[in-house]
């Protein structure tokens, strides 16, 4: 008995009782899987190419993992899939999603080496580039350069002796309604 995976254009004999996901992962091909063969995650779905009548029919569990896909076009759980006769199954969507995979893993690392490159600014350094950077999106961003308004802001409400001077105080308190009424 064999399997064939696409696109790779592969073959490997599998053993009897052997599931697909087992002979995938024993070559190094990358079918994805969370569960690890307890059908739970479907994330190990391929379509069957030919030979779907070498394969064991599908299980209550796997067809409601699978739903519909099995009858439109033929996907099955790789780990639930034995065979007793030559399959051809195509993985496609697994090498496109370890791509994507890879791509973003790039992607991530550029952005991090980027934003580390930033990081060592102090400051209004630090915030003047992120509104260069909400300039360029389109975004009207207007930064206090002259002076920290957060740390200012933090030691008026030191001195203020709270979360509000009491001054600030005194004013919420003229205010309500009901005070120094009659």
Do not use: W
Not at 69 to 97: N, P
């Amino acid at each position: 008995m064999k399997v064939k995976f696409l696109p790779q254009e592969v073959e490997y004999e599998i053993e009897p009782g052997q599931s697909v996901l087992e002979l995938a992962h024993k070559h190094n091909l990358p079918i994805h899987s969370t569960c690890n063969g307890m059908p739970s995650c479907a994330e190990c779905r391929i379509r069957v190419v030919e030979g779907e009548y070498n394969l064991i029919p599908p299980s209550k569990k796997e067809m409601s993992l699978i739903g519909t896909g099995y009858y439109i076009d033929g996907r099955r759980l790789a780990c639930q899939m034995t065979c007793f006769g030559d399959v051809v199954v195509d993985m496609s969507e697994h090498l496109e999603r370890e791509k994507a995979g890879s791509m973003t893993k790039k992607f991530l690392s550029r952005v991090q080496k980027e934003s580390a490159d930033q990081t060592h600014s102090v400051g209004d350094v630090l915030i003047q580039k992120d509104n260069q950077l909400l300039q360029e999106l389109g975004g009207d961003v207007e930064v206090d350069s002259s002076e920290n308004s957060d740390h200012k802001m933090f030691s008026e409400m030191l001195k203020g002796g709270g979360s509000r001077s009491s001054k600030s105080r005194n004013k919420s308190s003229k205010n309500r309604p009901g005070k120094d009424r009659p």
